[in-house]
């Protein structure tokens, strides 16, 4: 299932999916952000993780791999992204965090180097 938190801010009153009966069969929630393809809308996707923490109660580790591993999964792309692994495209972006759980916890995390395709693309 994918979920776009952004759209539960924006309506209130949207039926909520139920997170505990996906969970007890064992299912994947992908997040996304409502971003469009042609670049349109704000594309954060900690924020996006952050909201799925927030609106739909997911944990913070649904939540971290809703953005990477889930979400690359339900574009068919796990095979190239969305985890590391030998043989993968190398694609991170590096944060100064204590915790993996900061990244969707706080709102003032900022990247510190991203890394495309194994290769550093934009130190900071």
Known sequence: MVLVPEVAL?????????????RAVGGNLAVSSESGPDG????????????AVNRFQL???EALSGITL??????????????I?????????????EMPDDLVRRSDMIPRAVIAAGHPAHPF
């Not at 924006?10 to 996906?22: E, G, H, T, Y």
């Not at 030998?86 to 991170?92: I, M, Q």
């Open 40 to 51: 349109s809308g704000a594309f954060n996707v900690l924020a996006a993780a952050r909201l």
């Open 85 to 97: 692994a030998v043989g993968k495209r190398g694609d991170l972006v590096v944060f100064d965090a």
């Open 10 to 22: 924006r309506d209130l009153d949207s039926r909520r999916p139920d997170i505990a009966a996906i």
């Open 70 to 83: 889930h979400a690359a999964r339900a574009l068919g792309l796990s095979e190239q992204v969305g985890s």
């Open 59 to 61: 944990t913070p580790y």
